[in-house]
Protein backbone atom coordinates (compact mmCIF):
# COMPACT_ATOMS: atom_id res chain seq x y z
CA UNK A 1 0.00 0.00 0.00
CA UNK A 2 0.95 3.55 -1.00
CA UNK A 3 2.58 5.54 1.64
CA UNK A 4 0.31 8.72 3.12
CA UNK A 5 2.00 12.07 1.76
CA UNK A 6 4.17 14.14 4.12
CA UNK A 7 3.44 17.39 5.07
CA UNK A 8 6.59 19.68 5.28
CA UNK A 9 5.11 22.45 6.57
CA UNK A 10 6.72 26.04 6.41
CA UNK A 11 7.08 26.37 10.06
CA UNK A 12 10.24 27.75 10.95
CA UNK A 13 12.11 27.24 14.05
CA UNK A 14 12.16 31.17 14.96
CA UNK A 15 7.98 31.45 14.47
CA UNK A 16 5.64 30.48 17.33
CA UNK A 17 3.08 29.62 14.32
CA UNK A 18 2.29 29.34 11.01
CA UNK A 19 -1.30 31.37 9.86
CA UNK A 20 -2.89 31.51 6.22
CA UNK A 21 -5.95 32.64 5.15
CA UNK A 22 -7.12 31.39 1.82
CA UNK A 23 -10.80 31.83 -0.29
CA UNK A 24 -11.03 29.06 -2.68
CA UNK A 25 -13.57 27.54 -4.76
CA UNK A 26 -12.45 23.59 -4.32
CA UNK A 27 -10.42 22.01 -1.96
CA UNK A 28 -7.51 19.12 -3.77
CA UNK A 29 -4.73 18.69 -0.81
CA UNK A 30 -4.05 15.14 -1.00
CA UNK A 31 -4.81 13.09 1.81
CA UNK A 32 -1.64 13.76 4.57
CA UNK A 33 -0.09 13.88 7.90
CA UNK A 34 2.50 16.02 9.63
CA UNK A 35 4.52 16.16 13.07
CA UNK A 36 2.99 19.94 13.87
CA UNK A 37 -0.42 20.54 15.25
CA UNK A 38 -2.97 22.03 12.93
CA UNK A 39 -5.67 24.43 14.07
CA UNK A 40 -8.05 24.67 10.83
CA UNK A 41 -10.98 26.78 10.46
CA UNK A 42 -13.76 26.42 6.99
CA UNK A 43 -16.67 28.54 6.44
CA UNK A 44 -19.15 28.27 3.57
CA UNK A 45 -18.48 24.75 3.34
CA UNK A 46 -21.77 23.03 4.02
CA UNK A 47 -21.26 19.64 2.16
CA UNK A 48 -17.54 19.15 2.32
CA UNK A 49 -15.91 15.59 3.44
CA UNK A 50 -13.31 15.58 6.53
CA UNK A 51 -11.14 12.48 6.94
CA UNK A 52 -9.31 12.43 10.24
CA UNK A 53 -8.06 8.73 10.59
CA UNK A 54 -11.20 6.19 10.35
CA UNK A 55 -13.57 9.42 10.94
CA UNK A 56 -15.45 10.61 7.84
CA UNK A 57 -18.12 13.19 8.51
CA UNK A 58 -19.85 15.78 5.91
CA UNK A 59 -19.29 19.44 7.46
CA UNK A 60 -21.77 21.76 8.13
CA UNK A 61 -21.50 25.74 7.19
CA UNK A 62 -18.69 26.47 10.14
CA UNK A 63 -15.61 24.40 11.04
CA UNK A 64 -13.19 24.09 13.54
CA UNK A 65 -10.81 21.14 13.99
CA UNK A 66 -7.51 20.32 16.27
CA UNK A 67 -5.18 17.99 14.48
CA UNK A 68 -2.61 16.66 17.15
CA UNK A 69 -0.09 13.86 16.34
CA UNK A 70 2.55 12.97 13.42
CA UNK A 71 0.79 9.97 12.37
CA UNK A 72 -2.81 11.27 12.08
CA UNK A 73 -4.31 11.34 8.94
CA UNK A 74 -6.71 14.02 7.35
CA UNK A 75 -8.22 15.91 4.81
CA UNK A 76 -11.03 17.63 3.58
CA UNK A 77 -12.18 17.26 0.28
CA UNK A 78 -14.96 18.99 -2.43
CA UNK A 79 -17.59 16.11 -1.57
CA UNK A 80 -20.71 17.79 -2.49
CA UNK A 81 -19.79 21.15 -1.59
CA UNK A 82 -20.86 23.89 -4.37
CA UNK A 83 -20.00 26.88 -2.72
CA UNK A 84 -17.71 29.51 -4.58
CA UNK A 85 -16.99 31.59 -1.50
CA UNK A 86 -15.04 28.65 0.97
CA UNK A 87 -13.14 30.43 3.74
CA UNK A 88 -10.09 28.73 5.43
CA UNK A 89 -7.59 29.53 7.98
CA UNK A 90 -4.96 27.35 9.08
CA UNK A 91 -2.78 27.77 12.13
CA UNK A 92 0.05 25.34 12.72
CA UNK A 93 2.42 25.14 15.36
CA UNK A 94 4.74 22.48 16.76
CA UNK A 95 3.85 20.12 19.81
CA UNK A 96 7.01 21.64 21.86
CA UNK A 97 5.83 25.00 21.65
CA UNK A 98 5.34 25.65 25.17
CA UNK A 99 8.31 23.35 26.55
CA UNK A 100 7.84 20.62 29.05
CA UNK A 101 7.96 23.60 32.11
CA UNK A 102 5.32 25.46 31.28
CA UNK A 103 2.75 23.55 29.63
CA UNK A 104 2.71 21.33 33.12
CA UNK A 105 1.89 24.65 34.92
CA UNK A 106 -1.56 24.93 36.78
CA UNK A 107 -2.16 27.82 34.12
CA UNK A 108 -1.92 25.79 31.13
CA UNK A 109 -4.21 22.45 32.36
CA UNK A 110 -6.86 22.76 30.12
CA UNK A 111 -4.62 23.29 27.05
CA UNK A 112 -2.14 20.65 28.00
CA UNK A 113 -5.64 18.29 27.93
CA UNK A 114 -6.82 19.31 24.97
CA UNK A 115 -3.64 18.62 22.99
CA UNK A 116 -3.35 15.02 24.77
CA UNK A 117 -7.07 14.88 22.96
CA UNK A 118 -6.13 16.10 19.83
CA UNK A 119 -4.00 13.59 18.88
CA UNK A 120 -7.03 11.75 17.71
CA UNK A 121 -8.89 15.09 16.74
CA UNK A 122 -11.00 17.59 18.13
CA UNK A 123 -13.89 18.81 16.40
CA UNK A 124 -16.09 22.01 18.31
CA UNK A 125 -19.13 22.75 17.90
CA UNK A 126 -20.97 25.80 16.49
CA UNK A 127 -21.25 27.41 19.89
CA UNK A 128 -17.37 26.91 20.48
CA UNK A 129 -16.61 28.64 16.86
CA UNK A 130 -18.70 31.22 17.95
CA UNK A 131 -17.28 32.14 21.12
CA UNK A 132 -13.55 32.79 18.97
CA UNK A 133 -14.74 33.86 16.08
CA UNK A 134 -14.15 37.57 16.34
CA UNK A 135 -10.53 36.96 16.96
CA UNK A 136 -9.97 34.10 14.64
CA UNK A 137 -11.82 36.07 12.00
CA UNK A 138 -9.15 38.79 12.57
CA UNK A 139 -6.21 37.23 13.59
CA UNK A 140 -4.76 36.13 9.98
CA UNK A 141 -4.67 40.26 9.25
CA UNK A 142 -3.13 41.10 12.75
CA UNK A 143 0.51 43.07 11.62
CA UNK A 144 1.88 43.03 15.28
CA UNK A 145 3.07 39.42 15.85
CA UNK A 146 3.15 39.65 19.81
CA UNK A 147 -0.64 40.86 19.71
CA UNK A 148 -1.00 38.00 16.96
CA UNK A 149 0.33 35.45 19.61
CA UNK A 150 -2.22 36.52 22.10
CA UNK A 151 -4.70 36.58 20.48
CA UNK A 152 -3.54 33.10 19.80
CA UNK A 153 -3.46 32.07 23.22
CA UNK A 154 -6.84 33.26 23.41
CA UNK A 155 -7.97 31.20 20.92
CA UNK A 156 -6.46 28.10 22.42
CA UNK A 157 -7.78 28.57 26.05
CA UNK A 158 -11.21 29.23 24.81
CA UNK A 159 -11.04 26.29 22.66
CA UNK A 160 -9.73 24.06 25.80
CA UNK A 161 -12.18 24.81 28.58
CA UNK A 162 -15.47 24.13 25.84
CA UNK A 163 -16.59 20.90 27.45
CA UNK A 164 -18.35 19.77 24.06
CA UNK A 165 -15.67 19.01 21.73
CA UNK A 166 -15.36 16.02 20.30
CA UNK A 167 -12.88 13.55 19.57
CA UNK A 168 -12.99 12.11 15.82
CA UNK A 169 -10.71 9.12 14.82
CA UNK A 170 -9.96 6.10 17.41
CA UNK A 171 -7.44 5.31 19.60
CA UNK A 172 -6.60 2.23 17.84
CA UNK A 173 -6.24 3.61 14.44
CA UNK A 174 -4.84 6.77 15.90
CA UNK A 175 -2.49 4.37 17.28
CA UNK A 176 -2.75 6.22 20.54
CA UNK A 177 -5.11 6.00 23.83
CA UNK A 178 -5.89 8.47 26.66
CA UNK A 179 -3.98 7.77 30.31
CA UNK A 180 -5.33 9.96 32.23
CA UNK A 181 -7.59 7.28 33.54
CA UNK A 182 -7.65 5.34 36.61
CA UNK A 183 -5.97 2.47 36.77
CA UNK A 184 -8.71 -0.14 36.71
CA UNK A 185 -9.84 1.40 33.29
CA UNK A 186 -6.32 2.11 32.18
CA UNK A 187 -5.97 -2.15 32.74
CA UNK A 188 -8.81 -2.33 30.98
CA UNK A 189 -8.14 -0.69 28.11
CA UNK A 190 -4.73 -2.56 27.67
CA UNK A 191 -6.21 -5.92 27.83
CA UNK A 192 -8.59 -5.40 25.22
CA UNK A 193 -6.07 -3.20 22.94
CA UNK A 194 -3.49 -6.64 23.23
CA UNK A 195 -6.76 -9.34 22.90
CA UNK A 196 -9.15 -7.54 20.76
CA UNK A 197 -9.19 -10.47 18.20
CA UNK A 198 -10.07 -12.66 20.82
CA UNK A 199 -13.16 -13.59 22.85
CA UNK A 200 -13.51 -10.79 25.33
CA UNK A 201 -16.60 -10.96 28.22
CA UNK A 202 -18.07 -8.81 31.05
CA UNK A 203 -17.17 -11.49 32.92
CA UNK A 204 -13.38 -11.81 32.45
CA UNK A 205 -12.88 -7.69 32.67
CA UNK A 206 -14.93 -7.60 35.85
CA UNK A 207 -12.54 -10.48 36.86
CA UNK A 208 -9.34 -8.73 35.67
CA UNK A 209 -9.63 -5.65 38.59
CA UNK A 210 -11.27 -8.01 41.19
CA UNK A 211 -14.96 -6.53 40.67
CA UNK A 212 -18.28 -8.00 39.96
CA UNK A 213 -19.56 -8.31 36.57
CA UNK A 214 -22.60 -5.53 37.64
CA UNK A 215 -19.86 -3.32 39.18
CA UNK A 216 -17.80 -3.00 36.63
CA UNK A 217 -20.26 -2.79 34.06
CA UNK A 218 -21.57 0.54 35.95
CA UNK A 219 -18.13 1.81 36.51
CA UNK A 220 -16.72 1.21 33.11
CA UNK A 221 -20.00 3.28 31.19
CA UNK A 222 -19.38 5.80 34.37
CA UNK A 223 -15.97 6.13 33.30
CA UNK A 224 -15.87 6.01 29.90
CA UNK A 225 -19.41 7.40 28.45
CA UNK A 226 -19.60 3.77 26.48
CA UNK A 227 -20.82 0.29 27.60
CA UNK A 228 -17.83 -2.08 27.17
CA UNK A 229 -18.91 -4.07 24.58
CA UNK A 230 -19.81 -0.83 22.36
CA UNK A 231 -15.87 0.01 23.38
CA UNK A 232 -15.03 -3.46 22.34
CA UNK A 233 -16.33 -2.90 19.42
CA UNK A 234 -15.20 0.80 18.47
CA UNK A 235 -11.58 -0.41 19.32
CA UNK A 236 -11.87 -3.68 17.03
CA UNK A 237 -12.98 -1.24 14.37
CA UNK A 238 -10.38 0.99 14.87
CA UNK A 239 -7.84 -2.22 14.04
CA UNK A 240 -9.51 -2.95 10.73
CA UNK A 241 -9.27 0.45 9.88
CA UNK A 242 -6.28 0.46 9.84
CA UNK A 243 -5.50 -2.99 8.63
CA UNK A 244 -7.86 -1.64 5.24
CA UNK A 245 -5.79 1.06 5.37
CA UNK A 246 -2.18 -0.84 5.69
CA UNK A 247 -2.88 -3.92 4.06
CA UNK A 248 -3.46 -5.52 1.01
CA UNK A 249 -5.33 -8.34 3.14
CA UNK A 250 -8.78 -9.05 1.94
CA UNK A 251 -12.29 -7.88 4.06
CA UNK A 252 -12.88 -11.46 4.91
CA UNK A 253 -9.41 -11.99 6.74
CA UNK A 254 -9.61 -8.40 8.73
CA UNK A 255 -12.69 -9.42 9.63
CA UNK A 256 -11.84 -12.47 11.94
CA UNK A 257 -8.06 -11.06 12.29
CA UNK A 258 -9.95 -8.16 14.06
CA UNK A 259 -12.36 -10.11 16.67
CA UNK A 260 -15.16 -10.31 14.62
CA UNK A 261 -16.63 -14.01 13.88
CA UNK A 262 -19.10 -12.89 11.34
CA UNK A 263 -18.47 -10.69 7.70
CA UNK A 264 -22.11 -9.52 7.40
CA UNK A 265 -22.03 -8.47 10.84
CA UNK A 266 -18.78 -6.74 10.36
CA UNK A 267 -20.12 -4.85 7.24
CA UNK A 268 -23.23 -3.85 8.76
CA UNK A 269 -21.58 -2.49 11.66
CA UNK A 270 -18.70 -0.97 9.82
CA UNK A 271 -20.69 1.17 8.00
CA UNK A 272 -22.95 2.02 10.47
CA UNK A 273 -20.06 3.68 12.85
CA UNK A 274 -18.02 4.63 9.96
CA UNK A 275 -20.52 6.26 7.14
CA UNK A 276 -18.72 3.62 4.23
CA UNK A 277 -18.58 0.07 4.05
CA UNK A 278 -15.08 -1.58 4.71
CA UNK A 279 -14.64 -2.04 0.92
CA UNK A 280 -15.60 1.58 0.59
CA UNK A 281 -13.48 2.93 2.89
CA UNK A 282 -10.08 1.34 1.77
CA UNK A 283 -11.16 2.86 -2.19
CA UNK A 284 -11.80 6.20 -0.77
CA UNK A 285 -7.85 6.27 1.18
CA UNK A 286 -6.73 4.69 -1.60
CA UNK A 287 -8.10 7.63 -4.26
CA UNK A 288 -6.98 10.15 -1.45
CA UNK A 289 -3.41 8.78 -1.26
CA UNK A 290 -0.50 9.64 -2.86
CA UNK A 291 2.89 7.92 -3.99
CA UNK A 292 5.87 9.53 -2.04
Known sequence: MNKVFTEITPLSDKDCFHIVERYKTEFTYPLHQHKEFELNFIEKGKGMRRIVGDSVEEISDYELVLIGGENLEHVWEQGSCKSEAIREITIQFSGDLFGEELIGRNQFTSIRRMLKRAEHGLSFPLRSIMKIYSVLDNIAKEGERFIQFLQFMYILYELSVSDEARVLASGSFAH???????????????????????????????????????????????????????????????????????STKNISEICYECGFNNLSNFNRTFKAKRGLTPRDFRAMYKKNKVVV
Do not use: C, H, W
Not at 191 to 210: C, F, H, Q
Open 176 to 246: TEKSTESRRVQKVKQYINDNYAKSLTLNDMAGLVGMSPVAFSRFFRQRTGRTLSEYIVDIRLGYAARALVD
